[in-house]
């Protein structure tokens, strides 16, 4: 059964009320929790002052997305069991983030770091290193940016709303209340886009399985079709990962993409946003009620074959199921909330590309005496380019290039780990080592993309008689890891020393010291 894409006027009334209706928060945010943001701590980071709740708001809006919301679901229809690692990776994460994010908060609060990049110019002393991992960050999230939009065109299409017209009004008004209220705009919508969200799961996952004969039904229907289906690598899919190699790629995907959520820059800015460490702490406790919602979603993916419904494409399988079984109005509102869940994360998102570059390019190699009000007009128009760009290459290029990048980016972004997480806790690593570990993680994790042709994640890698399947990051991250180490001890034993000075010291990393440092320190040109 295939369902049309006929033009809902009901439908699509109430979506353009509630985005409307979320444009307006986005404006008025500027004079909640007043503050100076003419200075980028302010417009980027809303001072540093969110509690709990706001936080975890936020970084929920920010985490899971509306491609999330789209691509999970999606991927369970397709591949079946393989659209399940997202659960393991959403819980696994949260732990490291318990343990690790406090003394990023510490030490970033100490100093007044507002980019990943920031602490690892301070902790090394290294422009090279640091400009590494900002160009990561930037890199990683641009393609991310732009798969929000593919989240918005799949929810108009499903409207009958079709051309570019939507996306660029959709992300004009996303530029224009970004710009003049910051961080506090996607903080303040997130309120709202997450009970539409919740609400839309909840009334979902109880309708729709009374209307196909319950779950019992879901996933005998889902194991039955599920062979029958081609991945995008040619293989039928699966309603569990039975082969070793399907078990190896399933843990490596879990693992790796738990240790790179955190590392991208719109998570990071997510976390400095907070007042406290133990708000980050609260928040690692509290955070995995989204991961249950997102079960219930990447359930859609099974309802989907149970009702017998055929996307068009597989992005198509949660608005499609949604068309079928509610009234239009509850449409209309269900696709709102997808609408707007992309809202948030994007403007997030460019904003941390913002503050990367404006911190870790522009004042570093362009304007080193830039006040703390040039930074943040530099940062606004930054953000205004990356939407612009964001949005040209969805207009002018196929979707495909922007998943494919996104793939990518998840492999580039587990490349800083060394220099952001490990130095953390140690400055054993020599700071060139770290970074030509660097260099060989992103050049081998995007040969092995390129060499998959972008259809998967997951490489087949042959050594020494030995087979491995494993998400692409892991590779490259052990690779990079590998020869750090080795070349950390090469570079010791032929008495390169790392002289370079740590303006950091071992107390800062605690959040029990909170007095931000009385004068500039000396290692950080900022």
Do not use: C
Request: positive net charge; without cysteine; aromatic residues 14%.
């Amino acid at each position: 059964m295939t369902v049309p894409h006929n033009t809902d006027a009901v439908a699509l009334t109430i979506f353009v009320v509630l985005f409307g209706a979320v444009a307006f928060m986005g404006f008025i945010a500027a004079r909640w929790r007043r503050g100076d943001l003419s200075v980028l701590d302010e417009w980027g980071l809303a001072g540093r002052r969110f509690g709990s709740v706001v936080t975890w708001f936020l970084l929920g809006g920010d985490l899971y997305t509306a491609y999330t919301f789209i691509a999970v679901p999606a991927l369970v229809y397709g591949s079946g069991a393989a659209g399940f690692f997202a659960l393991p990776y959403t819980i696994i994460m949260f732990p490291f983030v318990f343990v690790v994010m406090p003394r990023l908060w510490a030490v970033a609060h100490r100093h007044r770091y507002v980019t990943p990049a920031d602490f690892v110019r301070g902790r090394y002393g290294s422009r090279g290193l640091a400009t590494a991992t900002a160009f990561t960050g930037i890199l990683a999230t641009m393609p991310y940016i732009a798969l929000q939009l593919v989240g918005i065109q799949v929810v108009l299409g499903a409207m009958g709303v079709h051309g570019d017209w939507p996306l660029i009004i959709a992300f004009a008004v996303l530029a224009a209340y970004t710009y003049s209220s910051g961080l506090r705009a996607p903080a303040l919508i997130a309120l709202v886009k997450d009970t539409l969200i919740y609400v839309t799961i909840i009334v979902a996952v109880i309708y729709i399985p009374s209307k196909v004969g319950g779950f019992g039904h879901i996933f005998n229907a889902a194991e039955k079709a599920l062979p029958t289906h081609t991945t995008p690598t040619g293989k039928p899919g699966a309603f569990l990962p039975t082969t070793p190699a399907a078990q190896q790629a399933y843990a490596t995907l879990a693992l790796g993409s738990a240790l790179a959520l955190f590392l991208y820059p719109h998570a990071v800015t997510g976390v400095l946003s907070s007042k406290s460490a133990q708000v980050v702490r609260r928040n690692s406790v509290v955070l995995p009620a989204y991961t249950f919602l997102l079960g219930l979603i990447a359930l859609l993916g099974y309802m989907t074959i149970a009702a017998g419904i055929k996307p068009s494409n597989p992005n198509y399988a949660v608005p499609d199921l949604f068309v079928h079984f509610f009234p239009s109005w509850f449409t209309g509102v269900a696709f709102s909330a997808i609408a707007i869940g992309a809202l948030v994360p994007a403007a997030i998102m460019s904003i941390a590309a913002a503050n990367l570059f404006t911190r870790n390019i522009w004042k570093e190699f362009v304007h080193r005496n830039a006040t703390a009000q040039e930074e943040a007009t530099t940062a606004k128009i930054v953000s205004l380019v990356v939407k612009i760009g964001a949005l040209l290459f969805i207009v002018l290029l196929p979707n495909k290039y922007a998943i494919d990048l996104q793939l990518l980016g998840g492999v580039w972004i587990l490349q800083t780990l060394p220099a952001v997480v490990i130095g953390l806790y140690t400055r054993w690593f020599h700071r060139w080592a770290l970074l030509a570990g660097w260099a060989v993680g992103m050049g081998w994790g995007t040969w092995m993309a390129q060499d998959s042709s972008f259809k998967t994640s997951v490489y087949n890698l042959n050594l020494f008689g030995w087979h491995f399947s494993a998400y692409e990051a892991v590779f490259a991250l052990v690779a990079n890891l590998i020869v750090s180490a080795v070349l950390t001890v090469v570079f010791r034993a032929v008495g390169a020393r790392d002289t370079a000075p740590d303006e950091t010291a071992p107390e800062d990393y605690s959040e029990f010291r909170r007095a931000p440092a009385a004068r500039p320190t000396a290692g950080l040109a900022h």
